[in-house]
């Protein structure tokens, strides 16, 4: 048994990851909406199965149809979560899911009242083997009571390639809120807190006045019982890397260490997905290419059998919150200052 799917903005080419998991995972792909002729061209040409409709209540009024993703400008990706919500869909956003947190009380409050389900795709933890692997670890206690997480998510800025959006920080969101909260929610999945404080946090234009509104650097610590965690996030993967970033992970436990070197590892082995234990037998590099991704499965059960396998709609929840509280702290007396 599986199910229908339709995509309402396709904006962020994060579009394309989602809907090949699900596609992997024997779920149907209906239909889309986009505003941009040009990305539903290449949309169509990836997944010619697609049909393009000129109006999304098309998809909402679509009784077929039981999951909606959307990778629309972050601005706009909470009201498209509430229609859909509204007309009886379940919802995968792409990360931000909503960019302030009237919207996230907005979003609670229509998943609330419909009892749909409402996810967002961090694609660094859902779609990286080697996380799933290290939670797997984890859960397994190969490095005790988790205390202290880091991660690290630079990227490459490629302006060329860039919407205008992504130069405009009342429709991104600021760069804490669009990919810090892909390390906020690895945070709350290896420490498993539910209270947890931002102690600091800070966003700067370190290097780019050309563009304003962007925001190419930022950072933030927090406090949970038992643990603590930092964040930086940047915009300045030189062009010498062979990949877009050098994300890391250190997860650090009472009995070992992990450190995750996601998508390359510099002047050593090939590849991507690296995953180094430290405990007290030795330092070990673990091979996670053969680890399976469950989130596409899981969040396909979750719509057919109403429940919460993929991700607890808390911690989907939590981390945006997080993630919007470090940037309102973070622009508290600068010009970003909403």
């Known amino acids: 048994m599986t199910i229908h799917f339709a995509a309402i903005g396709i904006t962020h080419d994060h579009i394309n990851g989602m809907t090949q998991m699900l596609l992997d995972e024997g779920a149907v792909l209906s239909s889309f909406h986009a505003e941009e002729d040009d990305l539903a061209a290449d949309y169509m040409k990836r997944f010619p199965q697609a049909r393009r409709v000129g109006d999304r209540r098309a998809i909402l009024e679509d009784g077929s149809i039981a999951l909606v993703l959307t990778s629309a400008v972050p601005a706009d990706r909470a009201a498209i979560s509430i229609a859909a919500m509204r007309a009886g869909k379940d919802v995968l956003s792409d990360k931000p899911g909503m960019i302030s947190l009237s919207q996230l009380d907005e979003v609670r409050r229509a998943q609330r009242e419909t009892g749909r389900i409402f996810s967002v795709l961090y694609s660094e ?9 290290a939670g797997e670890l984890v859960a397994a206690g190969a490095i005790g009571r988790v205390i202290n997480v880091v991660g690290l998510g630079p990227h490459r800025l490629r302006p060329q390639s860039r919407k205008p959006y992504f130069f405009d920080r009342a429709r991104y969101g600021g760069i ?8 906020l929610e ?13 102690v600091s946090a800070t966003v700067a234009n370190r290097a780019h006045p050309q563009w304003p509104g962007l925001q190419d650097f930022g950072e933030l610590s927090l406090r949970a019982p038992g643990a603590t965690g930092f964040v930086r996030v940047d915009w300045f993967t030189p062009d010498g890397l062979a990949t877009w970033g050098d994300g890391r992970l250190f997860v650090l436990g009472t009995e070992g260490y992990i450190e995750l070197r996601k998508y390359v590892d510099i002047a050593g082995r090939p590849g991507d997905e690296h995953l180094f234990l ?3 037998k030795g330092t070990r590099h673990i091979d996670c290419a ?3 991704r469950p989130f596409g499965r899981q969040l396909i059960a979750d719509v057919l059998n109403r429940t919460e396998t993929a ?8 981390a945006m919150e997080l993630a919007i509280t470090a940037q309102t702290l973070a622009e508290r007396g600068t010009e970003w200052q909403q």
């Open 125 to 133: 933890h859902f779609e990286r083997k080697s996380v799933v692997r």
């Open 176 to 183: 804490l809120t669009d990919i810090g909260s892909h390390q």
């Open 186 to 198: 690895q945070f709350l999945f290896f420490t498993g807190a539910t209270e947890v404080e931002v």
């Open 278 to 280: 430290v405990d007290g």
């Open 290 to 292: 053969d680890v399976v």
């Open 311 to 318: 991700m607890p709609q808390w911690r989907c929840y939590k």
